[in-house]
């Protein structure tokens, strides 16, 4: 491998004259040279004022630096770099990720007069934003007098759109800044006339209509700063006074359509505009901090380093999934925490309605776990049978919905938004005092559904297979699936990491909710059944109105329920297909299956080590399955509700001091105090 050049090798090999890749090639090796090993800001910027000092002992040097510096202001144009660099060209997701794994995997090649690219290549680590940020005032003046042309020198279209009464006032630099600001006021411009953002602005913002006048303002403050040579000039000043506050209204007026977006569902394709609409707003404050400012060196080493990381982020796939995801998912944390606070129960009279809905959820799957038996006797391949039993969850858990009952491990990707909503409000002692009865009542009531559920499955399936037996002369599976299902809920095997990953199905079901709920609203899909005439001619008026409520208020629950059901089903078939040999284990129906065994082998099952193991596997699989959704559901809404600094050690210390103090409250409702009865006034 090559050793990197050293300074006076470098110094020798500059050659203004080269070939356009070889003046490319020298810029990115004196960048490493710089960069050195990307542990030291020190002997990077170190390095930089070296390099000064060479220059200044070396006059020949110095003027072929000059020389090289010219050609390269000719003959590559900056202007996309300041004003579209980092910004994506598209809003949707597939084609942004390949864009990025194209930037990320294939090399780029020096030779090229995008200066988009050329800056990937001579910037290319994270580790240059912190030396250039570094660099002092003296080493930045130094450097901008070394690089300092003007417009008469280079040959350059940065300089070509500028009058030639105003070339001798302004360098390629602040030429090259001012158009960049053209440009990106166009953008903004165009995204304020798009017709899907224009429809969700606020009424005030629409009359004031602030982009219309945003590109007269740009080219006033351009002859302004073109005709008055002197830095604070009255009217460089009052036209940037202008623009800038035109551009703040702009965005103020882009700001409003967030409102509407939380009330009428999220559009990622207004919601990209959006954030690029802000950025462009960020990066027009940049490029004026360059051309405005009494130290505009020092703000373009920010703007550089700026670039540098946004050159990284935007190789980044985990940067472009969280970005996507985060209104997404602040919408989801928002429906779940509204949801979620009628899972949680604080008196004795919700405590006991818990029990019997959760109880119904068991009947319920009891007969759930008769039909997957009777698909698995089916002997069906692998898609067929997990399609056909992922039908038999979704149509169990849609009923339990529609009865107005529950399951337990449904509860979680709910209550977790809803908990993770309270640490926003822990300002207090007292306010961290019912935040501990909030976690009371949430254990309380996921107990209680948990007991709920069991105590009714287990009979529900020994009911069944009694009855079965009494009518056909045999249970509900015979001895050796009874034998099968033993061994697959020992705990000794993967019992606990298919619990985990039933978990995490049980947390994905949850984020399909919200997005199918999003998309409904987003879509007015409710109005449309309410109105539309086809509807409304085929179902009748008040038909096609209870329809429309019906839909608005159970979808998020139906999409839910249905996606958790086909996953459970096919999910291990696809596993198995890619040989992964993954299952799932859901307490409630691993329950019912070992009710089904017992019922299957009778008394003699308790004297098997295999059933003591399998009921062992319960405890697990309900602390995975309930754990493993509450965290990510939980971890999920503290993004979204941007809740960060909380006390953990404060938090916990109450816990356990409750715990010590009140234990019982954590599985069993306080009384209610007695009301007094208010005193007849005729009776004292």
């Excluded at 020298?26 to 004022?49: E, F, Y």
């Excluded at 985990?500 to 987003?522: D, K, R, Y």
């Amino acid at each position: 491998m090559a050793s990197k050049p050293d300074l006076s090798e470098l110094l020798e090999a500059l050659d203004p004259l080269a070939d356009l890749a070889h003046r490319h090639l020298w810029l990115i090796d004196l960048l490493a040279w710089v960069r050195g090993g990307g542990d030291s800001v020190p002997r990077s910027v170190a390095r930089v004022t070296l390099l000064l000092d060479a220059l200044e002992q070396r006059p020949g040097e110095r003027a072929k630096l000059q020389a090289w510096w010219q050609v390269l202001l000719g003959t590559v144009d900056a202007t996309a770099l300041l004003a579209d660099f980092g910004f994506s060209s598209r809003s949707a997701f597939a084609s942004e990720l390949a864009e990025r794994l194209r930037l990320k995997w294939l090399p780029g090649t020096p030779e090229t007069t995008d200066a988009s690219s050329l800056f990937s290549l001579v910037l290319c680590n994270k580790f240059d934003a912190q030396w250039l940020n570094a660099l002092d005032d003296s080493v930045l003046a130094r450097l901008a007098t070394l690089l300092q042309v003007s417009c008469d020198e280079v040959n350059s279209g940065n300089c070509g759109w500028i009058p030639d009464a105003g070339q001798h006032r302004v360098s390629p630099w602040q030429a090259t800044l001012l158009e960049a600001l053209t440009f990106c006021t166009s953008q903004i411009r165009a995204t304020g006339f798009s017709p899907e953002l224009r429809l969700r602005m606020s009424a005030p913002a629409r009359e004031t209509a602030p982009f219309h006048a945003l590109d007269s303002d740009v080219i006033a403050l351009q002859a302004a700063f073109l005709a008055e040579p002197q830095q604070h000039g009255p009217a460089r000043q009052a036209a940037l006074q202008q623009y800038v506050t035109r551009l703040e209204l702009c965005r103020q007026a882009a700001a409003s359509v967030y409102t509407h977006l939380d009330a009428n569902g999220i559009s990622v394709n207004l919601v990209f505009q959006l954030r690029q609409l802000r950025t462009r707003v960020l990066r027009i404050r940049a490029l004026l901090d360059c051309l405005m400012h009494d130290e505009p060196q020092r703000h373009t080493a920010q703007l550089l380093a700026q670039l540098v990381l946004i050159g990284q982020e935007r190789r980044s796939v985990r940067a472009l999934i969280t970005a996507n995801s985060s209104m997404l998912a602040a919408k989801v944390a928002e429906r779940s925490s509204e949801t979620g606070e009628h899972y949680i129960t604080r008196t004795r009279a919700e405590y006991f309605q818990m029990l019997r809905d959760a109880a119904g959820g068991g009947a319920v799957i009891s007969l759930t776990t008769l039909l997957k038996f009777f698909v698995v006797s089916l002997g069906l391949s692998a898609f067929w049978g997990g399609f056909f039993n992922g039908l038999n969850y979704a149509a169990s858990f849609v009923l339990v919905q529609m009865l107005h009952w529950t399951v337990a491990t449904k509860q979680p990707a709910m209550t977790a938004p809803a908990m993770a909503a309270k640490l926003k409000e822990l300002g207090t002692p007292e306010a961290v005092e019912g935040f501990v009865d909030q976690v009371a009542h949430l254990f309380r009531s996921q107990i209680a559904a948990i007991v709920g559920n069991l105590a009714l499955v287990v009979p529900g399936v020994l009911a069944i297979s009694g009855a079965l037996w009494l009518a056909f002369g045999a249970p509900m599976i015979d001895a050796k699936t009874a034998a099968y299902v033993l061994h697959s809920l020992d705990l000794r095997g993967p019992t606990v990491l298919f619990a985990a990953f039933t978990g995490v199905l049980l947390f994905a079901s949850s984020i399909i909710a919200g997005w199918v709920e999003n998309w409904f609203v987003l879509n007015r899909l409710d109005s449309a059944v309410r109105f539309n005439p086809r509807f409304t001619r085929v179902l009748g008026a008040p038909r096609a109105d209870r329809w429309a409520n019906f839909m608005r208020r159970n979808i998020s629950g139906l999409a839910s329920n249905i996606s958790l059901g086909f996953m459970l089903g096919l999910v291990p078939a696809f596993a198995a297909f890619f040989g992964l040999g993954l299952d799932v284990r859901h307490v409630t129906l691993s329950t019912g299956q070992i009710a089904a065994a017992a019922a299957s082998l009778g008394l003699d099952i308790f004297r098997q080590s295999a059933m003591w193991w399998a009921l062992a596997s319960i405890v697990f699989i309900g602390v995975l399955n309930l754990g493993v959704s509450f965290y990510l559901a939980f971890r999920l809404a503290l993004r979204a509700h941007n809740v960060s600094g909380v006390d953990r050690q404060r938090i916990g210390l109450a816990i356990k001091t409750r715990m010590r103090h009140r234990l019982g409250g954590f599985f069993w409702p306080a009384a209610e105090p007695a009301t007094t009865p208010a005193k007849d006034p005729d009776h004292g």
